[in-house]
C-alpha cells in the first residue's frame, strides 16, 4: 500500500486514527461467599458500634436530666425550708411584739423590761419584711434578665414614665 494524504503517520488509515471509543465496562465481577460474609462482618461491627454510641449518647442525656431534676428538687426544698423559717420568724416577732406591748400597757411607766421585748419583737419583724422585699426584688431581677432583650436597667427604665411625655401639651400659637 502506499501512503496518502489521509494516511496517518502510523501507517494507519485515517478511518483508524480516530478515537476510539472506549472498552465496554467489564460486567461485574461476582462476589463470592466468603468475600460476602467477611464484608457482612464488618458491616456488622460498624453497626454494633453506632449503637454503642447512640446508647452511650442517650446514656448521657439521661444522666444530664437526672441532674437537673435533683437540682431543682434541692432547690425547692431549699426555698420550701427558707419559706417555713421565715414564716416561723415572722410568727415569732410577732409574738414578742404582742408581748413587749403588753408588758409595756401593764407597767405603764413603772420598769424598763418591756423595752427590751419589744425593741427585738420590731428588730425580727423588720428583718423578715427586709429579707422578703429582698427575696421579691432578686426574683423579678431574675425574670426580667431572662426575657428577650431584658435587663434590670431597662426594667426600671420603663417604670418611671417619661417627664416630657407625663406633663400636658402648653398651650401656643402651634398648638391651636
Given at each position: 500500500?502506499?501512503?496518502?494524504?489521509?494516511?496517518?503517520?502510523?501507517?494507519?488509515?485515517?478511518?483508524?486514527?480516530?478515537?476510539?471509543?472506549?472498552?465496554?465496562?467489564?460486567?461485574?465481577?461476582?462476589?463470592?461467599?466468603?468475600?460476602?460474609?467477611?464484608?457482612?462482618?464488618?458491616?456488622?461491627?460498624?453497626?454494633?458500634?453506632?449503637?454503642?454510641?447512640?446508647?452511650?449518647?442517650?446514656?448521657?442525656?439521661?444522666?444530664?436530666?437526672?441532674?437537673?431534676?435533683?437540682?431543682?428538687?434541692?432547690?425547692?426544698?431549699?426555698?420550701?425550708?427558707?419559706?417555713?423559717?421565715?414564716?416561723?420568724?415572722?410568727?415569732?416577732?410577732?409574738?414578742?411584739?404582742?408581748?413587749?406591748?403588753?408588758?409595756?400597757?401593764?407597767?405603764?411607766?413603772?420598769?424598763?423590761?418591756?423595752?427590751?421585748?419589744?425593741?427585738?419583737?420590731?428588730?425580727?419583724?423588720?428583718?423578715?419584711?427586709?429579707?422578703?422585699?429582698?427575696?421579691?426584688?432578686?426574683?423579678?431581677?431574675?425574670?426580667?434578665?431572662?426575657?428577650?432583650?431584658?435587663?434590670?436597667?431597662?426594667?426600671?427604665?420603663?417604670?418611671?414614665?417619661d417627664a416630657a411625655a407625663a406633663r400636658p401639651p402648653r398651650d401656643t400659637e402651634a398648638t391651636k
Amino acid at each position: 500500500m502506499t501512503a496518502t494524504r489521509e494516511d496517518a503517520p502510523d501507517g494507519r488509515t485515517a478511518r483508524a486514527a480516530r478515537p476510539r471509543r472506549p472498552p465496554a465496562p467489564e460486567p461485574p465481577r461476582r462476589t463470592s461467599d466468603a468475600e460476602l460474609g467477611a464484608l457482612l462482618a464488618v458491616l456488622g461491627r460498624h453497626i454494633r458500634r453506632i449503637v454503642q454510641n447512640a446508647t452511650g449518647v442517650a446514656t448521657i442525656a439521661a444522666r444530664k436530666l437526672q441532674l437537673k431534676a435533683v437540682d431543682g428538687l434541692t432547690g425547692f426544698a431549699t426555698a420550701l425550708v427558707a419559706l417555713f423559717v421565715a414564716s416561723v420568724a415572722a410568727a415569732v416577732a410577732a409574738v414578742l411584739f404582742v408581748l413587749g406591748l403588753r408588758d409595756a400597757l401593764m407597767q405603764a411607766a413603772a420598769g424598763r423590761a418591756w423595752v427590751g421585748e419589744l425593741g427585738a419583737g420590731l428588730v425580727v419583724l423588720a428583718a423578715v419584711f427586709l429579707g422578703m422585699r429582698w427575696v421579691r426584688a432578686r426574683a423579678r431581677r431574675g425574670i426580667v434578665e431572662s426575657a428577650p432583650g431584658g435587663s434590670p436597667q431597662e426594667s426600671t427604665d420603663a417604670a418611671k414614665p417619661d417627664a416630657a411625655a407625663a406633663r400636658p401639651p402648653r398651650d401656643t400659637e402651634a398648638t391651636k
